[in-house]
């Protein structure tokens, strides 16, 4: 079972952008990346997904648009690029291959 890490959460304007990154202790390969978040007093919500079976990216109508999710096999790493961030963006973010999830990384978008 692969070990993930996020990191790159903090605090941000509206409006602004942030990078996450998701560390993988093994191999990315054959592997779907998802990205899920949950905020405060709500259930945890599915972002998108790089899906490894038909290279398709998919992404929930809330981000599409402003998210993008990528892998960089080389370095076991998965990114969210998250851009026009909004105040309803603010939750702790996660990413999940196969059985695994990392421990979360929280994103504040506030003036």
């Known amino acids: 079972q692969l070990k993930l890490v996020e990191s790159g959460g903090g605090l941000v304007r509206p409006g602004g952008s942030l990078r996450l990154s998701c560390g993988a202790s093994?191999?990315?390969?054959?592997?779907?990346i998802a990205w899920f978040r949950q905020a405060p007093g709500k259930e945890r919500e599915g972002l998108g997904c790089?899906?490894?079976?038909?290279?398709?990216?998919y992404y929930a109508d809330s981000v599409k648009g402003r998210f993008t999710i990528s892998r960089d096999n080389a370095k076991n790493t998965a990114y969210l690029q998250m851009d026009s961030l909004r105040p309803e963006d603010t939750a702790v973010y996660y990413c999940?291959?196969?059985?695994?999830w990392g421990q979360g990384t929280r994103v504040t978008v506030s003036s």
């Open positions: 093994g191999s990315l390969d054959w592997y779907s």
């Open positions: 999940h291959l196969g059985d695994s």
């Open positions: 790089a899906s490894d079976s038909d290279g398709g990216t």
